[in-house]
């Protein structure tokens, strides 16, 4: 493409005038007596004696015109588009989950919903901006520490939103955009689930790996009897355990005391830890974060000291569940203390 007369000219002085049109190139040879080149060329004229002045025709003009407006369709087609907003707050529903949004802030910040009284909770803020889930509910979270950590979370973002690094803000958006219905659906999970929690289930006969289950999940097993005060009922090997109906009525209950934040975050920490009762010694400090795996994985443990273990296959897995649980932990363990059983 021509990017000025002057360039044009230049070439003349060379002997030769090479234009761009669409996908043809046209090519003149300038010489002083012969006029057939720019007979058959209509874009390039000869003037008087030797000088040579060539001229766009407004064909080519257009067409020039044209492309360039295609390349710049097609510039803005292939970046990613930024994130939404309604009435002056971010809706989170523009940011793209394959992490091809562009970050479009500048900072990321905190601010209190009551100056006078902090206990009402704070705004996690995208350049002085509120954030808006999904399903458009305004993020307020309970306590300080977790508005700052999605502040942390958003500040750390680089050119690209990338929402695998945003753990605590999608547990956020989990806990405000559960619906009634919703909690009906989790709580029955939980009842559900208590037949076949591992931490009620022993191997049948005497071995090794019985041994490692007495060790490693009767500390669990203790506490959450005194916790509800109703001892839970041990299946062996591939049994379903059969838990008396008055504990199973007063864990109702409990999970229908707890809000939405308390009763989302322990249903995340129970589905990466397959049981609920790990999931309240978690909580609690029964059970350390850096003992978990081998708690919850203990079978899968046994097996591969025996077998051997796929390289790097386990402590993936280790890791993966780690940073499952952390976010949720943090949040249970930095709002007000989950009410206790009745």
Request: one cysteine or more.
């Amino acid at each position: 493409m021509i990017r000025s007369l002057k360039f044009i000219n230049r070439c003349n002085k060379n002997g030769f005038v090479v234009l761009n049109r669409g996908n043809k190139l046209f090519t003149s040879t300038s010489t002083n007596n012969s006029n057939s080149s720019n007979n058959q060329n209509p874009i390039i004229n000869n003037n008087n004696n030797n000088e040579t002045t060539t001229e766009l025709s407004a064909e080519l003009k257009a067409s020039i015109k044209l492309e360039e407006q295609k390349k710049i369709v097609k510039e803005v087609m292939d970046k990613p588009q930024s994130s939404k907003f309604l009435k002056g707050d971010v809706l989170l529903e523009g940011v793209k989950s394959d992490g091809s949004s562009l970050r479009w802030y500048k900072t990321a910040s905190i601010a209190r919903t009551e100056p006078e009284n902090p206990d009402q909770g704070y705004y996690p803020l995208i350049d002085d901006r509120k954030m808006r889930t999904p399903s458009n509910h305004l993020i307020i979270t309970p306590s300080k520490e977790i508005a700052y950590a999605v502040a942390a979370e958003w500040r750390a973002q680089e050119k690209y939103i990338k929402p695998s690094r945003l753990p605590i803000t999608q547990t956020i958006i989990t806990c405000l955009d559960v619906r009634p219905e919703g909690r009906f659906k989790i709580i029955g999970e939980f009842i559900n689930h208590l037949a076949t929690d591992p931490i009620c289930n022993r191997e049948q006969n005497d071995s090794k790996l019985k041994q490692l289950q007495n060790e490693l999940y009767e500390p669990v097993l203790e506490f959450v009897n005194q916790y509800y005060g109703i001892p839970f009922s041990i299946s062996k090997h591939l049994s379903i355990s059969k838990h008396p109906q008055e504990l199973l009525d007063k864990i109702e209950r409990h999970l229908h005391s707890m809000n939405n934040w308390e009763l989302v975050c322990l249903q995340l920490i129970s589905q990466s830890s397959k049981s609920y009762l790990v999931a309240l010694a978690l909580y609690y400090g029964k059970l350390r974060l850096d003992n978990l795996y081998q708690t919850i994985a203990l079978e899968e443990e046994y097996q591969s000291e025996t077998w051997g273990k796929i390289p790097f296959g386990h402590d993936l897995a280790e890791c993966e569940t780690h940073n499952e649980i952390a976010p949720p932990l943090f949040m249970l363990r930095n709002m007000n203390p989950i009410p206790l059983p009745k």
